[in-house]
């Protein structure tokens, strides 16, 4: 007698035929995840590349401003992602041109390469870039269980022993007087335009507290970097809408939880603390970060290595603004 085949077991043959065999299952997209570009002539960038509902999207930072959404990304081909962000110039009151700069990355090993290209003042620009993946983000640290070594008085009144231009080639707008370190990036009412620069400590550091007071006169805005990469925002933003472009805020990374400003031309405190790539701030005694991650650079930053030390770097080039008592406590 011929052995018969159950309906439900023949269909469970007939469909083990279609099963993909899992050696040819799509590959993920090996461009997902966080980047940090290091850029041809010194500039440093962020890339985050996410996928939700099968669509691809990303956010970018390159060298100065904010990390922005971009206006489109797509996969070429299996090795090649091509990002396109786009930026406004006023041509006259009628008429304002969208300019396109487009990304074009290729994976080499377990590293990014690729060149931007857009419309420059004399033609097309381009600029080319390496990127590596950020490292994965540590647990938030139990700041109580932190110990710290002895303070360091990064300015002592008189001078700025101990600080020096980033770029020799720039003016130095900052001065010691009575005690307090003053930027004044005075242009001349006819002449050349001066190019003012940035100040950092010659020491570097890993981990610790940052504690100083600032006074920013209205209208002005500085910057503290920590370890070169991360900059809390220095700027004349009391009475205005929380958003993390103000006085305390990560720049474009972190909003303040609350406005701790005080009115401009007025000493504010600021109490920093970096752990494991995690913020915290304290304004005027009021906790307006907390333990919060740093996902990567800032516009601005030295570098995108997010775990090697740096130093505490000042912003010399936006506007005039004065700092004193500034401490830093490493932590051990």
């Given amino acids: 007698m011929k052995p018969t085949i159950r309906p439900i077991l023949l269909l469970a043959i007939v469909l083990s035929s279609f099963v993909i065999p899992a050696s040819k299952s799509p590959l993920a997209n090996p461009f997902l995840g966080m980047w940090g570009l290091e850029i041809e002539g010194g500039g440093v960038g962020w890339l985050h590349v996410n ?15 904010s990390v922005l959404p971009v206006a ?92 020096e231009l980033m770029n020799p080639n720039q003016t130095n707008g900052f001065a010691a007087e009575n005690g307090v370190l003053v930027n004044d990036p005075v242009q001349p009412e006819n002449g050349e335009h001066i190019s003012y620069g940035n100040i950092r400590t010659q020491q570097e550091f890993e981990d610790f507290n940052l504690k100083l007071e600032v006074n920013v006169p209205e209208g002005n805005n500085s910057g503290v970097y920590l370890r070169g990469i991360y900059e809390i925002q220095v700027v004349d933003s009391y009475g205005k809408p929380l958003d993390s472009h103000n006085m305390g805020a990560l720049y474009s990374r972190i909003t303040p939880d609350l406005a701790a400003e005080k009115p401009a031309g007025e000493w504010q405190s600021m109490d920093i603390t970096l752990v494991d790539r995690h913020v915290t701030v304290i304004l005027n005694g009021k906790k307006i970060i907390d333990n919060e991650p740093a ?28 700092y004193r008592n500034i401490v830093l406590t490493p932590v051990e």
């Fill in 72 to 163: 489109h990304v797509y996969l070429a081909d299996d090795n090649t992602l091509v990002v396109t962000r786009t930026s406004n110039s006023r041509k006259s009151d009628e008429r304002t041109h969208v300019l396109t700069h487009t990304l074009r990355i290729e994976k080499s090993g377990e590293s990014l390469k690729g060149t931007m290209t857009g419309p420059g003042r004399n033609g097309e620009y381009q600029s080319r870039f390496t990127a590596k993946r950020m490292p994965p983000m540590p647990e938030k640290p139990d700041l109580s269980q932190i110990s710290y070594g002895n303070p360091i008085s990064l300015f002592n009144g008189g001078d700025l022993t101990g600080w």
């Fill in 295 to 322: 996902w990567g650079p800032t516009g601005g930053a030295m570098s995108a290595d997010v775990l090697a030390p740096g130093p505490i770097y000042l912003q010399g080039d936006h506007g005039k603004v004065s």
């Fill in 51 to 65: 996928e939700e509902k099968g669509f691809l999207d990303a956010e970018l930072l390159w060298i100065g401003g």
